[in-house]
Structures are given as structure tokens and as C-alpha cells.
């Protein structure tokens, strides 16, 4: 997965920015980002703090592990049917 530019503080900085007025394109041209990532970050961390958006990730980081331990099991679990006989 490719690494943001931006830090999660930058990316409330942002957002806070365009809460207070200040016009979209604006601040895309000035931190040179395109507008469709702005409104990914707005819906995606909107009404979020840092510390929220840091939680989040960890749960995300957490869930990715879970998913490949689950994979990984239930190869294990197919192989073992399969050697067994037993479909």
C-alpha cells in the first residue's frame, strides 16, 4: 500500500483550512494535491481529530492481520480435507 505524503496532522491541518473558508482549489494548488483527494480526506477523516484518525488506522492495521490469519487457516483447513478423504 503506498505511503501518503502527508501525515495525519497535515491532513487535518487541511481540512480545518477548508472548514474556515478557504476556498478548495486554493488550497490544493498550494499544497499540490489534486481536489478529488481532498474530498476522499474530507469523507473518509471529516469530523475526525488526530487522535480518532490514528485509532482508526491501528484498527485498520489490526483487521489486515486478522483477515491473512483467517486465509491462511482455512487453506490449512482445505488441505487437511483434502488429505483426509473428506469433501
Known sequence: MK?????DAQIMAILRQAEDGIPV???CREHQM??????KWRAKYGGMDASMISEMKGLE?????LKKMFAE??????????????K
Open 73 to 86: 487457516l482455512s487453506l490449512q483447513n482445505e488441505l487437511l480435507r483434502e488429505a483426509l478423504g473428506k
Open 3 to 7: 505511503k501518503s505524503r502527508f501525515t
Open 61 to 65: 492495521d489490526e483487521n489486515r492481520r
Open 25 to 27: 482549489l486554493n488550497l
Open 34 to 39: 489534486s481536489s478529488a483527494t481532498f474530498y
